[in-house]
């Protein structure tokens, strides 16, 4: 009696899925139609309350890149055109594991200096005498970060180190008239004059508790 119940169960178990057959269609129809679920003419929708189109109703998720036009006039307002420098990635030195030898995150970013129409004149030509030393026979001007295991880091810190030196360069040093030259040279010759006579009376306090020799005697 056991065996023809269990086989009975799963036969009754398709017949009621059978019957369900239709109403799932029906269902899927409606919903291709309406394009939206709806139970008694109600439209069943949750939306978050910090979606984007909540938080930020007229954004766009498409990724732009700002437009740069050059003006000798301006000063350097910190903005680097990626398009206009060459960026390689190599393997970094130093401790890592078998990471290092896995992932490029050495990072290298050069351009010709003189070529730069990005920089102002006036700046690109105070970074020429400043680290002209630096760019090679071609005139590139290289700039390498590899402190971090990650790529993006160390494009941060090449970006940052050049816009340093851009901001280094664009530091104008103001030149003393000949009359305040003049009135700073007389005080620091006074301070040494000064200097050199308190060491004198030092020294003679020191020779005068020196107990006398047999010279003096």
Partial sequence: MCLPELKSKPEQR???????????LSLLRLVSQNGSLSTLQRTISYKSAISLNTIYPNSSLKLTTPAFTPNSDEKFSGF????????????????????????HTKVDLRFKLDEADW???DIREKMLQTHGKKLTKEGYLIVRSDITRS???NLADCLRKLRSMIRNSAITENKADPETEER?????LKASRLRVSIKREEAYKRAMRRPPT????
């Fill in 80 to 103: 680097i055109p990626l398009n206009k420098v060459d960026i390689s990635y190599s393997a970094s030195s130093g401790p890592g594991g078998q990471n290092v030898n896995k992932v």
């Fill in 184 to 188: 700073i040279r007389q005080r620091h």
């Fill in 119 to 121: 920089i102002p004149t």
């Fill in 14 to 24: 398709l017949k009621m899925a059978s019957r369900f057959i239709p109403l799932r």
């Fill in 214 to 217: 047999v010279v003096d005697l």
């Fill in 151 to 153: 790529q993006q880091l």
